[in-house]
C-alpha cells in the first residue's frame, strides 16, 4: 500500500530528528550543520527545509518526540494500573527518552525555548504528555487517593517543575550520572507523598 504525504512527511521529520541527536553526542550541536543533518538522515536539504525552518526548529521537534511514546497500547498499560504505579510509569517513559533519545540535546532545547519564547510556542503543560498525567491525577483523586493538598492540576504542573528541575540538573552536570537512578532517589519518594495507591 503506498504511504500518503503525511506518513512520508513524518518519516522525513523522524529521520531528521534522529540524524541531530545522533550527530550532537558526536561534536557539539553548534557544530552541527544541516547540510551534515541531511546527510545522515539521507534526506535533501529541500526536504530539510520543507520541514523545518531552522535546526533550531528541528530541536524543538526533537523534544516533542516524546509525545510518539504515548501509544495506545502505553497508554491502556497505564489505565491497568493504580494511579501512583501509573504516574511512576509514565514519568519513567519521559526520563528513558531523555536519557536514551535526547540527551544533552536537551540544553539546546532550552536554549531555543528561553530566546525564542513566545504564543508559537506549545507550553509543555498543554502537552500529551502531561494531560495524561492530569488524568491519572484526577483519577487519583476521584478514588480517594491523593494525598497531597494540591488539586491535580496544580499537582501535575509541580511534577512538571520537578522533572524540569531534574533535567536540568542533569545537564549542569554535564549528564554525569545516571538520570533514572536519581529519579528513583529524589522523585520518587516523593510520588508518595502525593498518591496512594490504597484509599487511607
Not at 539521507?42 to 526533537?62: E, I, N, P, R
Not at 508559537?120 to 500529551?128: K, L, S, T
Not at 517543575?161 to 554535564?174: A, E, M
Amino acid at each position: 500500500m503506498a504511504r500518503t504525504q503525511y506518513q512520508r512527511s513524518q518519516e522525513t521529520q523522524r529521520k531528521l530528528i534522529d540524524a541531530v541527536i545522533q550527530l550532537a553526542r558526536e561534536k557539539s550541536y553548534e557544530a552541527v550543520t544541516v547540510k551534515e543533518i541531511c546527510a545522515a538522515a539521507g534526506v535533501s536539504t529541500g526536504s530539510f527545509y520543507h520541514q523545518f525552518g531552522s535546526k533550531d526548529d528541528l530541536v524543538l521537534a526533537t523534544y516533542q518526540k516524546v509525545d510518539w511514546l504515548l501509544t495506545e497500547s502505553f497508554l491502556q498499560s497505564c489505565r491497568d494500573l493504580p494511579p501512583a504505579q501509573a504516574l511512576d510509569r509514565l514519568l519513567r517513559r519521559y526520563v528513558a527518552f531523555v536519557r536514551d533519545d535526547v540527551g544533552l540535546v536537551l540544553a539546546q532545547y532550552y536554549r531555543v525555548r528561553l530566546n525564542h519564547f513566545g504564543p508559537a510556542f506549545q507550553h509543555d503543560a498543554d502537552r500529551p504528555y502531561f494531560r495524561e498525567m492530569r488524568r491519572i491525577l484526577r483519577e487519583a483523586a476521584d478514588q480517594g487517593l491523593l494525598l497531597s493538598p494540591l488539586d491535580p492540576v496544580p499537582l501535575a504542573e509541580l511534577l512538571i517543575c520537578l522533572i524540569r528541575g531534574l533535567f536540568v540538573d542533569w545537564l549542569i552536570q554535564s549528564g554525569r550520572y545516571d538520570l533514572m537512578e536519581r529519579y528513583e532517589v529524589q522523585i520518587l519518594p516523593l510520588l508518595g507523598t502525593m498518591v496512594s495507591d490504597k484509599v487511607q
